[in-house]
């Protein structure tokens, strides 16, 4: 063992050869375990020689073999090391094999460097510096090419386990890892190790650790030329772990930055160093090499956002610090940490863009706020700072800032919920010019000084929350920050939470089908609608039953206000209901159904009139048999019948012929309803009475669509059953699921094609006999059938438009009954998946709904209106008035100039005076003889007393002493109350000169063109003032009054007979043509007046065959009206019009449109009672009581309105309680006795009446008492004048009272027979 060479040292000059030598188990302290040397001269190694197990102990080298041989007074290696490595010459022994020179290196130890092999230098160069670098083989180390063989094999050490060198330089660990940019206050990361010169890491073995330490020093410019104690920012000392590594960050050595402050207007500007020096060294020489120091040059990175650079003083250096958590800060490198304000979310970094919302199950819901920074100016120390501001809060907040003039705190700043009762949906924002929902103080916030007030239809808990009430709905709306989309869901509700989100409302529900290229056009109008909407949110009534609340949907329900029905259900009355599952069967079964219930009416109502014989064609063909010689009458038994008795079926075809009579009665009956059958004309009004019952369901089957509100199920049971009046079919449950897979535009063709459609198969028929009739007969009308036929044509065709007119109506107009839903858009009521088609007038349903609703509403009762003119009804039903008129003028004249009395006595008297003189003398004699017969009392005057007693010896029955008076009271010029001579003469004259102008059977035709009776009745006084002025007159007379108040009512009198003849000079003076219209307007004065009236008129054939035509055409229009009001069933369409179709468009289901509704029906039963247009009494009552019914469900209506709406105030549904129920039922009675009305009238003109069986015996009982006392009176007679006075033999009288009992009896049976097998006719 030694210091160096453990074996053996060579030193100075010297030169050693070795051959075939094995050096083992030696030890050196410092370098060489086995050998050193110190030589210029390389070792020779002749042979194969061998260092094996040699060691370099107590941090020495070398474990094999130490080359020491290096520059004078350096440590850099001799060049000599160039030519040898680590100055080894191996050679092959002499004589040997080429190769026989090698040496072995195996098991060898250095505690520091070289476990073989060692140089103790720096920089070798050449051949020792190859094998430094060379790369092992196997298990040797094959040094550069041309040099022999070295083999190293189980060799350790410190560093460098086979070859090593002195410590060179200390260097950048990892130098890609090396960090050049710091955070002030983060610790240094450089890491850096000590290499030999062949760029290994020195280190000891073991746990030894190197003897020095690497410092890490900051300096503001380059620390080697900074003056001693200035510039120097940091230094530390770093120790070199047992690796060799020296992990500076390890230390945590945190790097601190120069920085320094002023103020600069007001604000505080920090300002940095740009760049600092960090120099790592090595703090002695290790193995006697003095090492250069690493220098980096680096810059600062800012602070992070949580951070807030934090120095001693204004001038020194500092640290970035983190903030806490419910701090912010706006510029790390410039601002310090600051308290985060009330209303917000702080990080330590920034305050946060949302706030935390509680829900009602606890959770918690992230809503977006907008927060700026903005200069503030501290008043405290007159410095200005950035802070930040709440500039945006959600919708359901208020935005709470103070007005910068209070110097409100900005940590105030907040988002303030609105209370309950309040919402908002709109953003809360703050702008300079423009400040939104942004409250000065809390105070005033919770109050909800600028919320919303909750809508009526729903319950506000305070914030955005708007839930609907039951029965209403609230469209989803987008708040003004949102460009979210509505999403549906197939499983809930359209609007199941009504709710306003991070963005804005959301509405989850149903996707109910609908075209998007109809939804894209109102797309832009709907935003402009939403936009003009913006901060309110619109609660819409929901169809009755529809709407839930808290935004559910009823079954079977979905879409906007519930409006739309599911896929399985089917709109029907309003309501969906559930259709089968299978709907290929139902629609199959449909057609079925509907192909022979149309099939069987279309040949009942079009073509049975053309293949059954009517009475008239049998008898002509009778008459064409007998004239052709033939003897056998034609069979016209059912050819069924004919069939069964060929085969023997006696039995059978006696069925059969019943229920063929059966049916061909009740068929006459139906035909008779819709063409106007004339056999009960005179017994009872079936087909007014019918039109009424139809008229009165089918505007009570609208009710539930025209007022859409929670009627009881009584009602609508009964509205839903009285639909099929109204020839809606589809509207049946059953139906409605079979049109349910049909387009709103498709429903719409459906409905309104359906009239041309059947106009045209009714008209086929009649195109058959026409065509028929020019081929066969000679001419288009000359057919057997083409009366009958066409006549049928016009009665179905009228009735079947009557039928339809309210339903098509409705098809027709529903396509302009809209409602705004606001983000919803403006849908069609009738179908809300379709946009409304007013705000797109270009489309086909606009403008084809347009067409329509000019076509039927407007144009059914045009036509039919002018169907009638064209039959002359209105010339007709003017020349029946002015017949009525002549008659009611003619009597009231004759009543006016004459009596009874006085026309009896006239014809006792004869011929008026002639002209001639000799007629006069002989009228005069006439009158003198009268008068002296009928003066009893030969007091030269005659009274009334006188007068009636003549006239009861002339067999006038009954005499009315007050008209003989009032007749007499004209003449009695001397107002002595009786006639003398002079007085009775002229009235003689002036009655039979009346009487011959009047018979009282004249007709209008016939007055028009008589002057003179026209004449007479213009200047008549018809106001019978000369009369009054008489009576007057005499009254003052009799009573004593002055003479002067006597003669001023003779003035008065012969004023009243100047007009008389003033009238009578300007009727001479007019033309016949002239007088006649003058005529007629001065009677429909006096009717107005009252003096004279006109009775109620009937269409009762006096008009002739061209009345008989239109009654048998188009009389289902006006024959059950009086004639004046023939126009009457155009009014009563209009009335079917505005209450099925045009009070839909107002205020529809609320308490103003039942109300409406209610007055409307109300104004035409007003209008009714005052027109009285029907010309028979007990349909004039129907109609009365069927408007009456009419308006008292429409007023029950407003009542349950009212009921709903406290309801829907209060959040909850109207229950239905036993008076409830019991009103319903009372109702319900009211309208199925419209149903009844008929039957009861046919009952209560029946024999099955009491009353009438009581008034028949009462009246039989009085004719038979009076005929008692006729009896005993002629009896009385005979005994006492002996002349017989017996009339009739009595068994003819019996037999006339028991033809009038059984012929009543027999018209009754006759009736009600004819009700019962066909509803009457």
């Given at each position: 063992?030694?210091?160096n ?19 083992e ?13 110190s ?18 102990e ?59 092999l ?7 160069g050449?051949a ?18 041309g ?12 560093y ?28 240094i ?8 010169s ?11 650790r ?7 020093r ?41 920085a ?53 003083s ?20 410039q ?64 935005l ?45 916030a ?23 009430k039951?029965g ?27 709710d ?23 797309g ?41 029905c ?5 709109m ?15 629609i ?7 192909l ?46 004919k ?14 012929s ?10 006459k ?43 009881p199920e ?5 509205m ?33 094609m ?7 198969a ?42 339809y007119y309210p ?49 039927y509403p ?100 009954k ?37 011959s102008?009047?018979d ?10 008589n002057e ?19 009576r007057?007159?005499t ?53 107005n ?29 006006f ?15 209009w ?5 099925t179709?045009v009070?839909?468009?107002f ?12 007055f ?23 109609q ?27 959040g ?110």
């Amino acid at each position: 063992s030694a210091l160096n060479g453990g074996a053996v040292l060579i030193a100075g000059k010297s030169a050693a050869e070795i051959v075939s030598t094995t050096f083992e188990a030696n030890s050196a302290g410092s370098c060489g375990g086995g050998l050193a040397t110190s030589s210029p001269t390389p070792v020779k190694l002749t042979g194969p020689v061998k260092f094996s197990q040699n060691r370099a102990e107590d941090g020495g080298s070398g474990g094999a073999f130490c080359s020491m041989n290096t520059l004078e007074n350096s440590l850099v290696c001799n060049p000599d090391l160039v030519k040898k490595p680590f100055m080894i010459d191996v050679q092959d022994l002499p004589g040997g094999a080429a190769g026989s020179g090698k040496l072995t290196l195996e098991n060898n130890y250095a505690s520091s460097g070289g476990g073989a092999l060692f140089v103790k230098c720096i920089i070798p160069g050449g051949a020792t510096k190859d094998m430094g670098g060379a790369t092992p083989v196997g298990d040797g180390f094959y040094p550069a090419k041309g040099l022999a063989r070295f083999a190293f094999s189980g060799n350790t050490a410190g560093y460098g386990s086979n070859t090593a060198t002195l410590p060179q330089e200390l260097v950048l660990h990892e130098p890609k890892m090396v960090q050049f940019q710091y955070r002030p206050g983060e610790p240094i990361t450089t890491k850096l190790h000590i290499s030999d010169s062949f760029g290994q890491q020195v280190k000891m073995d073991g746990t030894d650790r190197l003897p020095v330490t690497v410092s890490a020093r900051i300096c503001i410019g380059s620390c080697e030329s900074m003056v001693a104690g200035q510039g120097e920012v940091f230094n530390s000392a770093n120790e070199i772990d047992s690796d060799g590594l020296c992990d500076v960050g390890v230390q945590n050595k945190v790097l601190v930055w120069p920085a320094s402050q002023s103020t600069v207007s007001k604000r505080a500007v920090r300002t940095y160093q740009p760049l600092l020096t960090l120099q790592h060294a090595v703090s002695a020489p290790l193995q006697g090499v003095t090492m250069d120091p690493v220098q980096l040059n680096i810059s600062r990175l800012p602070c992070n956002d949580d951070e807030q650079f934090l120095q001693a003083s204004a001038s020194a250096t500092g640290v970035c610090e983190a903030c806490l958590e419910a701090e912010y800060i706006i510029d790390p490198d410039q601002s310090q940490c600051l308290e985060c304000p009330t209303g917000g979310i702080c990080n330590g970094s920034t305050v946060q863009d949302f706030l935390l919302e509680t829900q009602d199950d606890g959770s918690k819901l992230n809503l977006t706020i907008l927060w700026e920074i903005i200069p503030f100016n501290v008043v405290a120390s007159d410095t200005e700072e950035d802070r930040a501001r709440l500039i945006e809060c959600p919708a359901g907040y208020l935005l709470v800032r103070g007005d910068p003039l209070n110097d409100l705190r900005p940590q105030d700043d907040q988002c303030a919920p609105c209370p309950a009762t309040f919402y908002s949906v709109r953003i809360a924002s703050w702008f300079e010019d423009n400040q939104t929902l942004v409250s000065n103080t809390l105070a005033g916030a919770l109050t909800g000084e600028k919320c919303e007030p909750c809508e009526p239809g729903a319950v506000c808990a305070g914030g955005r929350s708007v839930i609907p009430k039951p029965g209403f709905y609230s469209a989803p709306v987008v708040s003004d920050n949102a460009k979210a989309r509505r999403a549906y869901s197939s499983e809930s509700s359209p609007h199941s939470n009504l709710d306003v989100g991070v963005l804005g409302w959301w509405s989850t529900g149903a996707l109910w089908e609908s075209s998007s290229a109809v939804r894209g056009r109102a797309g832009r109008k709907n935003g402009r609608r939403a936009a003009a909407a913006a901060g309110t949110v619109q609660v819409f009534r929901c169809p009755a039953d529809a709407c839930l609340g808290n935004g559910q949907c009823a079954d079977g329900r979905t879409g906007p206000v519930c409006g739309l029905c599911k896929q399985g259900y089917a709109m029907a009355q309003e309501r969906c209901e559930p259709c089968a599952e299978d709907v290929g069967t139902t629609i199959a079964l449909g057609a079925i159904v509907g192909l022979v219930v149309v099939s069987v009416g279309y040949y009942m109502a079009a073509w049975r009139v053309f293949f059954t014989s009517t009475l008239h064609e049998r008898n002509l063909e009778e008459k064409k048999r007998i004239a052709e010689g033939g003897e056998e009458e034609e069979d016209h038994r059912f050819i069924l019948v004919k069939l069964c008795e060929s085969r023997g079926w006696e039995t059978l075809a006696k069925r059969i012929s019943v229920y063929h009579r059966w049916f061909i009665l009740n068929t006459k009956t139906l035909r008779g309803m819709a063409g106007g059958n004339e056999a009960k004309k005179d017994n009872l009004p079936i087909q007014g009475l019918m039109k009424i019952l139809i008229g009165f369901y089918q505007v009570l089957s609208s009710f539930m669509t025209t007022f859409p509100i929670k009627w009881p199920e009584e009602q609508e049971n009964a509205m839903k059953f009285t639909k099929i009046l109204a020839f809606d079919v589809v509207a049946v449950p059953g139906p409605s699921c079979v049109v349910a897979q049909f387009s709103y535009q498709q429903k719409l063709l459906m409905y309104t094609m359906v009239p041309p459609a059947v106009l045209i198969a009714l008209v086929c028929p009649l195109t058959l006999c026409m065509v028929l009739g020019h081929f066969r007969h000679g001419g288009w009308d000359k057919h057997l059938k083409y009366e009958a036929v066409y006549a049928n044509t016009w009665q179905m065709a009228v009735f079947f438009l009557f039928l339809y007119y309210p339903t098509v109506s409705v098809a027709s107009l529903k396509s302009f009954s809209c409602q705004e839903l606001g983000a919803e858009g403006n849908l069609l009521q009738a179908d809300f998946s379709v946009a409304c088609p007013i705000d797109n007038p270009a489309s086909f349903i606009f403008l084809y709904s347009a067409t329509v609703a000019v076509l039927y509403p407007i144009g059914i009762p045009v036509g039919l209106y002018f169907a009638m003119r064209s039959y002359g009804i209105p010339q007709m039903a003017a020349a029946l008035r002015r017949q009525a008129i002549c008659a009611s003028l003619i009597s009231t004249y004759k009543r006016h100039t004459s009596s009874s009395e006085m026309e009896h006595l006239t014809n006792y008297l004869g011929k008026g005076p002639g002209d001639d003189e000799k007629s006069q003398l002989r009228f005069k004699k006439r009158c003198r003889t009268l008068f002296k017969n009928m003066d009893e009392d030969g007091s030269g005057t005659l009274s009334a007393e006188e007068i009636a007693h003549q006239l009861s010896k002339l067999d006038m029955a009954k005499i009315e002493i007050r008209a003989l008076e009032k007749m007499m009271m004209t003449y009695d010029t001397d107002l002595t109350g009786e006639l003398s001579m002079e007085e009775f003469e002229p009235m003689m004259a002036d009655l039979l000169a009346t009487s011959s102008k009047f018979d009282g059977l004249e007709t209008w035709d016939q007055v028009a063109v008589n002057e003179t009776q026209m004449r007479l009745l213009f200047s008549h006084d018809w106001m019978q003032q000369e009369e009054a002025y008489h009576r007057l007159q005499t009254k003052m007379v009799r009573e004593g009054e002055k003479q002067q108040l006597v003669d001023k009512i003779g003035v008065e009198i012969q004023k009243s007979r100047q007009t008389m003849h003033d009238k009578a000079l300007e009727a001479d003076s007019l033309s016949k043509s002239v007088l006649r219209n003058r005529l007629l307007f001065l009677a429909d004065q006096l009717i107005n007046k009252g003096i004279i009236s006109v009775p109620q008129l009937s269409w009762d054939g006096s008009g002739g065959e061209k009345e008989d035509l239109a009654r048998l055409h188009v009389g289902f229009l006006f024959k059950n009206y009086e004639v004046t009001k023939w126009q009457f069933e155009i009014l009563e369409m209009w009335r079917k019009l505005l209450t099925t179709s045009v009070l839909v468009f107002f205020y529809k289901g609320s308490i103003l449109q039942l109300a409406g509704g209610f007055f409307l029906m109300f104004f035409f039963l007003v209008l009714t009672m005052r027109m009285r247009p029907f010309a028979d009494v007990r349909l004039e009552k129907m109609q009365i009581w069927a408007l009456l019914v009419l308006c008292i469900t429409l007023f029950y209506g407003v009542i349950l309105n009212a009921d709903q709406s406290v309801a829907e105030a209060n959040g909850s549904t109207p229950q239905q309680t036993q008076l409830g129920t019991a009103v319903s039922l009372i109702i319900l009675a009211f309208q199925m006795s419209v149903l009844f009305l008929p039957f009861a009238t046919i009952i209560g003109e029946s024999r099955l009446n009491p009353l009438n069986v009581w008034y028949q015996f009462k009246e039989l009982h009085t004719e038979a008492i009076e005929r008692a006392k006729e009896e005993a009176e002629e009896a009385r007679v005979e005994r006492e004048t002996g002349v017989s006075t017996a009339g009739p033999p009595q068994g003819q009288a019996t037999g006339r009272r028991k033809s009038s009992l059984f012929s009543g009896f027999g018209v009754w049976g006759l009736g009600f027979g004819g009700w019962g097998l066909g509803v009457g006719g």
